[in-house]
T-cell receptor
Framework: DQQVKQNSPSLSVQEGRISILNCDYT??????FLWYKKYPAEGPTFLIS?????DKNEDGRFTVFLNKSAKHLSLHIVPSQPGDSAVYFCAARISSGSARQLTFGSGTQLTVLP | ETGVTQTPRHLVMGMTNKKSLKCEQHLGHNAMYWYKQSAKKPLELMFVYNFKEQTENNSVPSRFSPECPNSSHLFLHLHTLQPEDSALYLC???????????FGPGTRLTVL
């Protein structure tokens, strides 16, 4: 049973518009969430994160929103650029105890059209 | 050399071969990880090492054997693999197990 789900395998957006990538989780013990970006032939690179004590974190064009009651987070990219085309992975972890490993979603392929 | 490096980048092996994947991190981190990424699936954590000690083994078959001689190097020894083991194998490191992980480029493994 997947504890972190990215239900959209792909998303296409026009350059300059907003990209919204979604992620749902089932484990209410997760208290830290991360987004990674992966280009072909490269490993995932860390993009942005958010702690469960916050509902929003912004870094330049990237904003992550967390809705704990809905167990949902989203990544907003605005404005989208062709170089943002990549696979985006959502990940979650429990920060304390022995289970401090990341649980990843299956990824969403974002294509930004020029 | 910076970040996390992995060799080889591509590997084709038969089911009876023995091969090893190598990972090296130049970030001064203490925790290292092996992940498997199959097509259309989430990254699957295989092994976690913290200060050279294995702390997690997520029910990985014994045909995969990790080795961590020091905090900078991590190996994955492969023997008698199956075609379904074909995947991208990613290494990652972090300062501590709970910290943000930094990934290598991966080894694309094909088992014939």
């Amino acid at each position: 049973d997947q504890q972190v789900k990215q239900n959209s395998p792909s998303l296409s957006v026009q350059e300059g518009r907003i990209s919204i990538l979604n992620c749902d989780y089932t484990n209410s013990m997760f208290d830290y969430f991360l987004w990674y970006k992966k280009y072909p032939a490269e490993g995932p690179t860390f993009l942005i994160s958010i702690s469960s004590i916050k509902d929003k974190n912004e870094d330049g064009r990237f904003t992550v929103f967390l809705n704990k009651s809905a167990k949902h987070l989203s990544l907003h990219i605005v404005p989208s650029q062709p170089g943002d085309s990549a696979v985006y992975f959502c990940a979650a972890r429990i920060s304390s105890g022995s289970a401090r490993q990341l649980t990843f979603g299956s990824g969403t392929q974002l294509t930004v059209l020029p | 050399e910076t970040g996390v490096t992995q060799t080889p980048r591509h590997l084709v092996m038969g089911m009876t071969n023995k091969k090893s994947l190598k990972c090296e991190q130049h970030l001064g981190h203490n925790a290292m990880y092996w992940y498997k990424q199959s097509a259309k699936k989430p990254l699957e954590l295989m092994f976690v090492y913290n200060f050279k000690e294995q702390t997690e083994n997520n029910s990985v078959p014994s045909r995969f054997s990790p080795e961590c001689p020091n905090s900078s190097h991590l190996f994955l020894h492969l023997h008698t693999l199956q075609p379904e083991d074909s995947a991208l194998y990613l290494c990652a490191s972090s300062a501590r197990p709970a910290d943000t992980q930094y990934f290598g480029p991966g080894t694309r493994l094909t088992v014939l």
